[in-house]
């Protein structure tokens, strides 16, 4: 065989590579705290975590992706807002623990690196480190042609975190008559993208860049849907500033009939008053268009609350007040009660 060839004939191009490397460091870098002890490149990222006043520390790990919104991010070429999402869906998990996010890692798969999409895709990592007070320490960008399609990409995210033991928040003491305090979400987050995907486009034969000025607060029906996940870092400061929560609840996959009884002993379910806060509306388009049940949609979506704090019923006023100090205009939206499951009225 006479022809001479090379990885880049197979697909995969080591100098884009390379480039998308240069052009994401000033992102990453922003990231840094005095815990990173490490640049980009090594093959291992080092961080010595602040220990001052932890007494017995405990590392608290998630992992997690954006999902099927990507297609979205795709449909628009637009990528720098899904690295938020990433960051947002491990950050809000590992702070239910009641821990403080210290640093985070990504991982992008593609079939073919385009080095300006990568370092677009790393920029929306990095501003979610930014809100949610950690390091982008390192990450991986995958060249996988024929598995990907050349335009195409996934990517997950790995946070750790740090709580004291003492102050580990795992839902033990919730009880009946605890309040459940809501947080507002953004949007959809990064769930139920395939429900929405299914009744937007192909059953109500909508396009991404379709006029919503009836919805989603005007602009496009596509930048509405690839509004990021919010970060709570900041709204669960406040409320540990203000008590020690029973539990926190992170509003994903399963709505609120799944994710609610995660933090609920045998023998204990939740009531929540769906009238307490207001909706947005682009869960009321999903559901006009496709027809779908009150309950599927609070089985499938976050229905406009990101993130619930189960505290005693006498703190929930404290809690809102220091929210509401933060400029986070939470809404008392239930209580625990006894019984089984979550009821939603």
């Not at 998630?62 to 990433?86: E, I, N, P, S, W």
């Not at 702070?95 to 790393?122: E, N, S, W």
């Not at 540990?240 to 009939?257: C, S």
């Amino acid at each position: 065989m006479d022809e001479k060839l090379t990885y880049k004939d197979a697909g995969v191009d080591t100098k884009e590579g390379e480039l998308a490397v240069k052009l994401m460091k000033e992102h990453v870098q922003k990231t840094f705290d005095k815990g990173v002890l490490s640049g980009l490149g090594g093959f291992g990222s080092l961080y010595m975590p602040d220990l001052t006043g932890v007494s017995e520390p405990v590392l608290v790990a998630g992992a997690d992706g954006v999902g099927t919104k990507l297609m979205l991010a795709f449909m628009m070429d637009r990528h720098d807002t899904v690295g938020q999402d990433c960051v947002a869906m491990c950050v809000n998990d590992v702070l239910c623990q009641g821990a403080r996010p210290l640093f985070f890692l990504d991982y992008i798969a593609t079939g073919r690196v385009d080095a300006a999409k990568v370092a677009d895709i790393v920029r929306g990592v990095a501003d979610g480190c930014v809100i949610a007070e950690c390091a982008l320490v390192g990450g991986e960008t995958a060249e996988m042609p024929g598995l990907y399609g050349s335009d195409e990409y996934d990517m997950a995210g790995f946070c750790v975190g740090l709580v004291d033991k003492s102050r580990i928040i795992d839902g033990k003491d919730v009880k009946a008559g605890d309040a459940i305090i809501g947080l507002k979400s953004s949007g959809l987050h990064s769930n139920g993208f395939s429900l929405a995907r299914k009744v937007l486009f192909e059953v109500a034969g909508l396009k991404a860049d379709d006029a919503v000025d009836f919805c989603c607060g005007g602009g496009t029906l596509g930048e509405a849907l690839l509004t990021p996940t919010r970060i709570y870092t900041k709204q669960v400061r406040a409320i540990l500033g203000a008590t020690q929560p029973k539990a926190f609840v992170h509003i994903t996959g399963g709505g609120f009939y799944e994710n609610i009884p995660r933090v609920l002993a045998d023998g204990l379910g939740a009531r929540i008053d769906k009238g307490a806060w207001e909706r947005p509306e682009i869960f009321g388009l999903i559901q006009k268009l496709g027809g779908i049940e009150e309950r599927e949609m609070f089985s499938t979506f976050n229905m406009g609350i990101g993130l619930m704090a189960v505290v005693a019923a006498e703190d929930a006023e404290a809690v809102l007040e220091a929210l509401d100090g933060g400029g986070e205009a939470a809404a008392l939206i239930g209580e625990v009660v006894m019984g089984e499951g979550v009821e939603v009225l």
